[in-house]
């Protein structure tokens, strides 16, 4: 838990909406730690899925470094970057996006297709990931014959399935109902403390956050709160959330 | 490894409306090239299939077509002490000197076309192996009889086994019935060539058709042709000569292809406006599977499959419809006029596996031409603004 897996140095972001120019994170510095599980809270707008993006390699930024293990996926193209994130990232979105065409099992085998492993190799891997997530006997179904908070955890399993070195997500479970959400919430726990994986995840939900390790505050593009979990009493992380529920527009 | 066909293939099928007129479309342009094209087959064919390459056909210099030519009586002789020609058992040189007339004759579905009638020599039949008399007899030499092609006694009025063919103050009788395996004389009548020389008041031949033994004797003859002054004749390959009266075919093709292309980039703008449909409504997904790691090129590749895949059902419908079309509309001989000597010339719509495997070709490149731009746009689809977008 010692060793530093993700270090943000200096990063800014800026975006142009037009002659505009919008800086949404200025010189952000961030460490996170192998085995780490961060909730990143903050109002809308204040760079959450920006620095999530960035760290993802979806994105990149105008200036500064971002290391994950020994890269600095801020020196690399456009191409390099998708290879990499197939090797390293498990990305899991708010609306899941499986594909509707195809079955839960294809759906978790398309990271697979972009490893070298055989076609029974694939198999037994989806396997592996579907019954992590409790979804073994499903794994013909279309996205459109599962429920919701099922399709969010097929899409989990698509996101573990190549044993990524960095699990995101962002809003995991913005469009689910309170028992799905939890759901999701302690599968995503399990894979942090069984697997020891490392997670980062965005969140408007106290709920979610408390299964944290860490929580994150950020304000308008700058890092305002980082503690521990573990150390908020219930009423103290009320508190830290609540400004966040307040902030969420609806 | 790439994002897998089944993926777009589900998808086309999740499209059912957009995908099916798009096939329909790409379809029938698909069916009617093949079918312009299976004409313009049939047509070459009968004269491809023509013409020993054995046999010379002496022709009066820079006549394009046996009507436009003529030889005389007493240059036939000359002719005939050429070196080259191959003997008859006989001894005598295997060389036949014909008359070709045209006739106006009524077709029996209305009209009239120009019908070649050749006066032969007894020695014609052995100069076309192809030639085979199936009912009747052979005409009688000066009795005004005809023999006359299976597939013209079928198109033309009073021209079946028994009947009078009328032409100006002349009468034939139809005494036989011949079949010429598809070439060319299938779209001819043949009398004696004395008897029709008479009928015409024409003094000289048309033409004389030689036999050679082999190809240098073959080449030999058609020199020492060329080279005799008091002839002013030429000597050409009959294989040669039926193969020049192929540009008949030639312009056919040409309107084929033409409107083909003229159809095809129709289509083309009809898939690619189903292939950016596709992408469009799918552009959350394909900024998804880029963030799996899918390339740039990937995305770009499982559009344009997809786009083919698209074009090839539409291809595949188009061969169906084409041999139905050529099977069932217009199977059995049909005739044309022959652009160089204005005559009837019977054929048969001939859709080969090759003009099948061209309507398929052509699909796929509809298929391209549809789907390279919205490929290309899948392709560049910016991730982070897509993932934004709200559905
Ligand atoms: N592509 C873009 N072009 C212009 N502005 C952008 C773009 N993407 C994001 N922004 C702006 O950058 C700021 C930060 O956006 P971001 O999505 O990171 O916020 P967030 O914290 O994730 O918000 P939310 O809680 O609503 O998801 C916002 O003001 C947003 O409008
Ligand atoms: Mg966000």
């Not at chain 2, 069916?31 to 023509?50: C, P, Q, Y």
């Not at chain 2, 045209?102 to 020695?123: F, Q």
């Not at chain 2, 394909?286 to 698209?310: K, N, P, Q």
């Not at chain 2, 080969?352 to 509809?366: M, R």
Request: glycine share 8%.
């Amino acid at each position: 838990m010692t060793n530093p897996l993700i270090i943000v140095e200096n990063i800014v972001k800026k975006y142009h909406r037009g002659a505009e120019e919008l800086t949404v994170l200025n010189s952000l510095n961030f460490t996170v730690y192998e085995g780490e599980f961060v909730a990143l809270m903050g109002p809308s707008g204040s760079g959450k899925t920006t620095l999530l993006n960035l760290i993802a390699g979806i994105d990149r930024p105008n200036s500064g470094y971002i290391f994950v293990g020994k890269d600095e996926i801020s020196a690399l193209s456009e191409d390099k970057l998708a290879e990499w994130r197939s090797r390293h990232i498990g990305f899991i979105f708010q609306t899941y996006n499986l594909i509707p065409v195809l079955t839960a099992f294809e759906n978790v085998e398309l990271p697979l297709l972009l490893t070298p492993l055989g076609k029974s190799e694939r198999r037994k891997h989806v396997e592996i990931a579907l019954s992590i997530v409790g979804l073994a006997d499903r794994m013909s179904h279309y996205p459109r014959q599962l429920s919701g908070g099922q399709e969010q955890r097929v899409a989990i399993a698509r996101a573990i399935v190549t044993d990524p070195t960095l699990l995101m997500a962002d809003e995991p479970t913005g469009d689910l109902d309170a028992k799905s959400a939890e759901e999701v919430l302690i599968l995503l726990e399990r894979l942090n403390s069984e697997f020891k994986k490392t997670i980062i995840i965005v969140t408007h939900d106290p709920k979610a956050a408390a299964r944290a390790s860490r929580l994150v505050r950020l304000e308008k593009g700058i890092l305002k709160e980082d503690i521990p979990t573990e150390s908020l009493d219930s009423a103290r992380f009320a508190e830290a959330a609540s400004v966040f529920v307040e902030a969420r527009p609806k | 490894m790439a994002i897998p066909l089944k993926y777009n293939v589900r998808n086309l099928f999740v499209r059912k409306i957009t995908t099916g007129l798009t096939v329909l479309g790409i379809g029938l342009v698909v069916a009617v090239f093949l079918s312009v094209m299976s004409l313009s087959e049939g047509l070459a064919r009968v004269f491809k299939a023509s013409g020993s390459t054995r046999n010379v056909l002496v022709l009066r210099q820079n006549s394009q077509s046996e009507v436009q030519s003529g030889i005389s009586r007493n240059q036939v002789p000359l002719i005939l002490t050429l070196p080259g020609i191959e003997k008859n058992i006989d001894g005598n040189p295997l060389a036949s000197s014909e008359l070709v007339v045209m006739l106006n004759l009524k077709k029996i579905d209305g009209g009239a076309s120009n019908v070649t009638l050749r006066g032969i020599s007894e020695k014609s039949p052995l100069l076309r192996p192809q030639f085979k008399l199936i009912e009747g007899r052979m005409f009688s030499p000066g009795l005004s009889e005809v023999i006359v092609s299976r597939s013209i006694s079928e198109r033309f009025k009073n021209c079946r086994l028994g009947d009078t063919i009328h032409f100006g103050v002349y009468k034939w009788k139809v005494v036989g019935i011949f079949d010429a395996g598809g070439t060319a004389p299938d779209s001819e009548i043949w009398t004696d060539v004395e008897g029709a020389m008479n009928s015409f008041k024409r003094p000289s031949y048309s033409s004389v058709l030689v036999r050679t033994t082999d190809k240098a004797s073959r080449d030999q003859f058609i020199a020492a042709l060329a080279g005799d002054p008091r002839l002013a004749l030429e000597g050409k390959v009959e294989r040669v000569y039926y193969d020049e009266q192929t540009s008949t075919a030639a312009p056919i093709k040409f309107f084929g292809i033409f409107i083909g292309v003229i159809m095809a980039i129709g289509a083309g703008f009809g898939a690619m406006n189903t292939m950016y449909a596709a992408v469009s409504t799918r552009t959350k997904e394909i900024a998804m599977l880029r963030v799996l790691g899918f390339s740039r090129l990937a995305i770009l590749t499982s559009f344009i499959v997809e786009a083919l895949c698209l074009a090839l059902l539409g291809g595949l419908l188009g061969c169906l419809l084409g041999i139905l079309t050529v099977e069932l509309a217009l199977s059995g001989v049909t005739g044309t006029t022959n652009f160089t000597t204005f005559s009837e010339v019977v054929f048969a719509f001939r859709l080969t596996p090759k003009i099948l495997l061209t309507g398929i070709i052509l699909s796929l490149f509809i298929g391209l031409f549809g789907g390279i731009l919205p490929a290309t746009q899948a392709a560049f689809t910016k991730i982070i603004l897509a993932l934004r977008q709200i559905e």
